[in-house]
């Protein structure tokens, strides 16, 4: 059983945010893009002003290549170790997550990776794990993607790797399986508590390997009525296995003095929806994914696949509460304008949810 990390928060509702690290985020729309949100600098500020409001975590996109039309959407991305990397060294205490795709880095290389970045954070660094689902974006580099189920024994593999060689006693390590082959494996240095692997992925392979394997499944749904039957299935799968898998849903946030005018917001995203950009995403999704069936071409074009909460302030920590009362143990929040709307919920939204007794104060 891995151990959990901040035991002493587990009844409250950690507050993070899916980081603007790509361009045009979070919207596959032209409706007033923040052109320079994605950059470096841009990143650390929000970084440094996350943390200085209490924030747990951040966490990133990871992309290689766009999604073509007038946006070409995530098509501009910084690498996400690299990132992680100069994030913590910018911060003191916000944890920060990398994301790896699978078929493209070696469990050795991610290992040294990680435990550097362990090494030189105090441990405050993780990891999200993705299979590889964009056919279009492994095409160009000549990798061909395995049939899904196999992607999902492929991952479990490069896991059980990371966690022998984040692991002294497991040391030397032998694997073998379809995907690795490990003879004698050692690493150094070793991290002081092994980091917290995420996977976001709801399909069935992927909820079953995040039950055995993770620690955070970071999860997605239409809507947060939806989220409580999708947490307690992955619950009961981790305690069958004698485990607790934490979840994280990354909400869009959209709020305005009235619930008509945040709606109206809403529908201004979607009409200036890129489509060409929201068909390819949909397609790449739909087709490899597996996590996003029950969202239409507009709910990912205004949120690229977060769930909406829209209204009032009070309609936002509304939904919040709701969301942790179903068992979300933490929201990556996404917003339109970062910069400006950190602030925003600083002052609209989280001294409600404080006042609830759900955030730290």
Not at 165 to 171: A, I, P
Not at 221 to 228: D, F, H, L, Q, Y
Request: glycine content about 8%.
């Amino acid at each position: 059983m891995v151990e959990e990390a901040h035991p002493s928060v587990d009844r409250l509702l950690s507050l993070g945010l899916f980081m603007p690290n790509c361009s045009n985020m979070p919207s596959i729309s032209t409706h007033e893009v923040v052109s320079d949100q994605w950059t470096y600098a841009e990143n650390e500020l929000l970084a440094q002003r996350a943390e200085a409001l209490g924030f747990d975590y951040l966490f990133p996109v990871s992309r290689w290549r766009g999604f073509g039309g007038e946006t070409n959407f995530l098509g501009t991305s910084l690498e996400t170790t690299t990132w992680a990397a100069a994030l913590l060294r910018a911060t003191e205490r916000i944890n920060i997550f990398s994301t790896v795709h699978i078929p493209l880095f070696h469990p050795f290389v991610v290992a040294k990776m990680g435990a550097t970045l362990a090494h030189m954070s105090g441990d405050r660094w993780g990891l999200n794990v993705v299979s590889g689902w964009s056919a279009r974006e492994f095409g160009m580099m000549g990798v061909e993607l395995a049939e899904h189920g196999r992607r999902y024994e492929r991952t479990a593999a490069f896991i059980e790797i990371l966690r022998g060689l984040w692991d002294s006693s497991q040391q030397p390590l032998n694997h073998k399986s379809d995907w690795y082959s490990v003879v004698d494996g050692e690493a150094s240095p070793i991290p002081h508590r092994q980091p917290q692997i995420a996977n976001a992925g709801t399909s069935a392979d992927a909820q079953s390997m995040t039950a055995r394997l993770c620690d955070w499944a970071f999860i997605s749904t239409p809507s947060v009525e939806a989220v409580g039957s999708l947490v307690e299935g992955i619950a009961s799968q981790a305690a069958a296995h004698h485990r607790r898998v934490k979840t994280a849903i990354f909400p869009f946030l959209l709020w305005a003095e009235s619930r008509s005018e945040a709606e109206d917001k809403l529908a201004a995203i979607v009409a200036a929806k890129d489509s060409e950009a929201a068909d390819n995403w949909l397609h790449d999704l739909t087709a490899g994914s597996g996590s996003f069936d029950d969202f239409t071409k507009d709910m990912l074009a205004a949120s690229g696949g977060g769930v909406h909460l829209v209204g009032t302030a009070a309609d936002i920590a509304e939904q919040l509460i709701e969301a942790h009362t179903l068992g979300v143990d933490a929201v990556m929040l996404t917003f339109p304008r970062y910069r400006e709307d950190l602030e925003r919920f600083a002052r609209d939204i989280q001294p409600a949810l404080v006042s609830a007794g759900i955030v730290a104060p």
